[in-house]
């Protein structure tokens, strides 16, 4: 507005309107509280609305989990009606039944002391299982009989074989016991004899014609295990006895060679072995120069 007017000159016109100002701006200042009274209110009714959201869904999860616990148990109990009527079955199966009353006895008649003497020695269920309860025990001791006699049977029959081979060899009179018997057998002249004493080794030793080797000597069985080197080949004897005789046939020998251990102790045997005193070569040298000499002295 243009001071010039009157009313720019005019002192009430200033102050009137200086007081309109002061009293809009009071008026703006004394509105704060108001607005934040309404915010305070916006921000409670939104938290309200949130918790009674969260709350409505956690009575929703609520009675969904006691829906699924309720199914739970329903199932809990038809499986435990279900094992009681099994088990009902099975008592029903095991029980013996009980005989129906016969129509002929329906009449009511005075018992005497010979039935109740029955009754009395009528087997009970006790009884009975007493009875199969004996029963297996013997069963049981009778299967115990049966596997100790093919033990002793199994038993026999190798100690019978053993002793088969041994006489044999004692009729053929080809196995020697001791030194002595291996001399005895030397002074025939008929075979070549090499005896030997050998330890558990991993090395193979000679023996004639042969390379040896001892594995394991059991002498609570008497029984050994030996690998032998046979024209370039290994060959390897189980639990070879005492007293047997191992037969080694050898592409340049007439006859097999003959391996025989006399004693055996831990990881320790002792033996011969004998093959024949010519060779195949030396035979046949000797049957081709007799012609020849024949022929000379015509």
Do not use: C
Not at 111 to 119: C, K, L, N
């Amino acid at each position: 507005m243009d001071e010039t007017s009157p009313q720019g000159h005019d002192p009430n016109y200033r102050s009137s309107r200086h007081e309109f100002e002061r009293r809009g701006l009071t008026m703006r200042r004394s509105n704060w509280p108001v607005y934040l009274l309404t915010f305070g209110l916006v921000v409670a009714v939104a938290a309200g609305y949130m918790y009674a959201s969260g709350e409505r869904q956690q009575r929703r999860d609520l009675a969904a989990a006691n829906q699924n616990l309720a199914t739970s148990l329903a199932q809990v109990r038809n499986q435990l009606q279900s094992m009681s009527e099994r088990m009902s079955d099975l008592l029903a199966r095991t029980t013996p039944p009980v005989p129906a009353p016969s129509r002929v006895q329906s009449r009511p008649r005075v018992r005497t002391t010979a039935d109740f003497r029955v009754v009395r020695n009528a087997p009970s269920f006790g009884d009975i299982q007493s009875q199969l309860s004996e029963q297996q025990k013997q069963i049981a001791s009778a299967r115990e009989e049966i596997n100790k006699t093919k033990s002793d049977l199994s038993q026999t029959r190798d100690d019978l074989q053993s002793n088969i081979n041994t006489t044999k060899d004692e009729l053929n009179g080809s196995i020697a016991r001791t030194h002595d018997e291996v001399v005895v057998l030397q002074k025939r002249g008929e075979r070549n004899y090499y005896e030997f004493a050998l330890d558990k080794s991993k090395q193979y030793s000679r023996v004639g014609p042969l390379s040896v080797e001892l594995r394991k000597a059991d002498a609570k069985h008497k029984r050994f295990d030996m690998m032998m080197l046979v024209d370039d080949n290994e060959l390897q004897k189980k639990s070879v006895n005492l007293y047997e005789t191992v037969w080694i046939s050898l592409s340049d020998r007439p006859q097999p060679i003959e391996l025989v251990v006399n004693k055996i102790t831990k990881d320790h045997i002792e033996g011969y072995l004998s093959e024949p005193k010519y060779k195949k070569s030396e035979l046949q040298s000797s049957v081709s120069a007799k012609p020849a000499g024949a022929t000379l002295q015509q």
